[in-house]
């Protein structure tokens, strides 16, 4: 459940047209969630799986398969955000997020103009722009920012790169605030779950508990975004779904249950966690714990800095693989 004492916030990491017609607008009415996120590879799978979009394609004929997706995609995120409108109104998150062409994450201005058109063209202001943090990204977040739209910086793995994320926001937001603008708002994703499925067969073998790497990074994360002290920006924990069945389904969200951040979740997650009683937040954790873990997998060979770099290109090679296989269907 979304618990707006600490500020922390439930968002769905879903959707598909009909589950947005129908069940989507109940979860929020109950107070279970107060926001969503999408993706390529979300996009990729409800408009190849789901007979929802029919009817519209056969609309879009002789249109090309970017222009088609474009037509499905903004359709549906403006359904979300209309769903989401009273809870923004309310100041109570309300956000859906759509993510720029992931073929454009080394491309600044294609970033930009395609962020501004895709939120012109939903034409709901509780809409924000996913753009992954690269060299690119990060100047495209302040441009959005500064023109009043809301950024979703997504495929944080390093601390480097939310540093980065934090440098690019607040010039963003600050020519906005200067410019007289009131409300525009980031969040800066951080991905957790990857880490663990990259690192727990090789962390097994050196006697280190397995599943931690993931919580222990976006705990350091979360401790340097939140001394930034910048209300607007705040951590928001990703890749919280669990492969297999070796945890609690839930397990990501209650291990990074927070003040003042979001967790973005499957469907299934989300149920697993509301299911149960909620436990006290389990961050911040203190620095030295977090150092002292980390010293102890660079002490047993593990190198961070070539793990940030590996998720990151893998993360930015699956969603243009998505991306480009949904395009296919719809040529």
């Given at each position: ?20 017609k129908?069940?989507?607008s109940a979860?929020i ?20 799986n ?34 989401l ?15 720029v ?70 010039v ?7 410019d007289g ?21 090789d962390l ?27 209300p ?18 839930d ?5 990074l ?6 967790n ?8 697993a ?7 006290q ?12 873990y980390?010293?102890?997998l ?33 040529k």
């Amino acid at each position: 459940m979304v618990n707006r004492d600490i500020n922390f916030s439930l968002w769905l990491d879903f959707v598909e047209r009909d589950f947005l017609k129908n069940e989507f607008s109940a979860l929020i009415e109950k107070g279970i969630i107060n926001g969503a996120t999408s993706n390529p590879s979300i996009f990729a799978s409800a408009i190849t799986n789901s007979p929802a979009y029919k009817k519209q394609l056969t609309q879009l004929e002789g249109k090309t398969a970017k222009e088609k997706y474009e037509a499905l995609a903004i359709e549906d995120i403006r359904t979300a955000a209309q769903a989401l409108r009273d809870a923004y109104d309310e100041g109570n998150d309300g956000y859906i997020s759509i993510e720029v062409d992931p073929f454009l994450s080394n491309d600044t201005e294609g970033t930009i103009a395609e962020g501004k058109r895709l939120f012109a063209a939903i034409g709901e202001p509780n809409v924000m722009i996913k753009v992954p943090a690269t060299k690119a990204g990060y100047r495209a977040m302040t441009e959005l920012l500064a023109t009043g739209i809301s950024v979703n910086a997504t495929l944080i793995f390093s601390p480097d790169q939310a540093k980065q994320c934090l440098k690019a926001m607040k010039v963003g937001i600050d020519q906005f605030e200067a410019d007289g603008g009131t409300r525009v708002e980031a969040v800066i994703s951080v991905f957790v779950s990857r880490f663990d499925r990259h690192l727990d067969d090789d962390l097994a073998c050196e006697g280190i508990d397995v599943s931690r790497t993931g919580i222990y990074n976006a705990a350091k994360i979360y401790n340097l975004i939140e001394n930034n002290h910048t209300p607007s920006i705040r951590t928001l924990f990703a890749s919280t779904g669990v492969k297999g069945d070796g945890l609690e389904a839930d397990y990501y969200i209650r291990e990074l249950f927070a003040p003042h951040s979001v967790n973005t979740a499957p469907l299934a997650t989300i149920e697993a966690y509301i299911s149960k009683k909620e436990t006290q937040p389990k961050l911040p954790m203190e620095d030295s714990e977090i150092n002292g873990y980390f010293t102890k997998l660079s002490d047993c060979g593990f190198d961070m800095d070539e793990v940030y770099e590996k998720l990151l290109k893998d993360g930015l090679e699956a969603f243009e693989i998505a991306f480009k296989e949904m395009l296919d269907t719809l040529k």
